[in-house]
């Protein structure tokens, strides 16, 4: 399927701003998107591998990086929790025995999101920008098990301030430093440090999604990233995939987009046109395991990229809703 680019120039960072406003706006009032992974993508863990595992378990760079948006007018404390942060017990994957290390390091402050390279989902570059707030590392310890450790308390101000999020933000970046397990954990948001409670208005994304599926073939796990009215086509790359079942894609537009599917330990893409209809829309795309044969703690790595080669980011709710389709509204071809 033949792609059309737009040419690059200086006007990017504009647009890049301009859409970041058009999402905050979008974010109904009221809204709580400070699970990750969030209900509505159906994901029961992310997923980072030891730094000495075979990335054929299904972690390609042995990193995970997300962003936590707070209100500008929200002030009081902030806490970022994470649910089972240790590498031991029945949550994460056992590669012989566990010998694994994971670092969770917290970021505020001057370019934190605002560098390029914390942009890209890679641990390359300048990613760790900005002020190293706070950073653990976790082993065996059977005391976190299953429980929730409490980064904090954090003032709001101590992430950067981003006028187009209208908000100040935060980073999480997560690493396997030693061994070769998977830690498997979920992150919250909170207002306080002991139980999860929501932050009116907060938000969180991410660029790279590294991610367990379900063993159950009849869970459907869903990611929404955001394309804007600048965006003519789209990649979509997903590795390690297993060969498990299908990756969909819907639209306003379109109802059963099939994207390429990887195996073990390889990547594959998909490009595909972006239609006028769905232009300052979230996609969804779904993840279909096969019922025969059924792959159990199948790991997997997605990334989606507009024209430029710019990552666009998964927000943990999508902007304006699970996108339906509508029908009436088709895929056009391609002229050629």
């Not at 701003?17 to 009221?30: A, D, E, T």
């Not at 002030?75 to 929790?81: A, F």
Request: proline letters at 5%.
């Amino acid at each position: 399927m033949k792609i059309l680019y737009r040419k690059q120039n200086k006007l990017n960072g504009i647009y890049l701003c301009g859409y970041f406003i058009f999402l905050m706006l979008m974010l109904p009032s009221g809204i709580f998107a400070q699970p990750v992974p969030a209900e509505v993508e159906n994901i029961p863990h992310l997923v980072t591998f030891g730094n000495k595992a075979d990335t054929h378990w299904g972690d390609d760079d042995f990193c995970n990086i997300f962003f936590f948006v707070i209100p500008q007018e929200y002030r009081d404390p902030v806490y970022i929790r994470v649910f089972d942060p240790e590498c031991i017990g029945a949550i994460d994957e056992i590669n012989g025995f566990f010998n694994t290390k994971t670092e969770f390091s917290i970021y505020g402050g001057e370019e934190t999101w605002s560098n390029e390279d914390a942009k890209t989902g890679n641990p390359t570059g300048n990613f760790r920008s900005g002020n190293l707030l706070v950073s653990k590392t976790f082993g065996g310890e059977v005391r976190y098990d299953e429980k929730w450790y409490s980064f904090g308390p954090f003032n709001p101000t101590e992430g950067e301030y981003v006028k187009d999020f209208q908000g100040y933000v935060f980073k999480i970046i997560v690493m396997g430093i030693d061994g070769d397990d998977g830690n498997l954990y979920n992150f919250y948001l909170s207002s306080s440090d002991r139980e999860n409670l929501g932050i009116e208005g907060a938000n969180a994304f991410t660029y790279e999604y590294c991610f367990r599926l379900y063993n159950d073939p009849n869970q459907i796990s869903h990611i929404y990233p955001y394309v804007d009215d600048r965006v003519i086509s789209i990649r979509q790359t997903n590795f390690d995939w297993d060969d498990d079942g299908i990756i969909r894609t819907v639209t306003v537009a379109r109802q059963n987009q099939l994207n390429a599917v990887s195996g073990d330990n390889f990547e594959v893409a998909s490009e595909f046109k972006v239609q006028p209809e769905e232009l300052n829309t979230s996609f969804d795309f779904q993840f279909i395991k096969s019922k025969n044969p059924l792959v159990r703690n199948n790991n997997v790595v997605i990334t989606v990229k507009n024209q430029y080669g710019e990552a666009l980011p998964f927000n943990t709710v999508p902007i304006g809703g699970v996108p339906k389709f509508r029908y009436g509204i088709s895929v056009k071809p391609i002229k050629r």
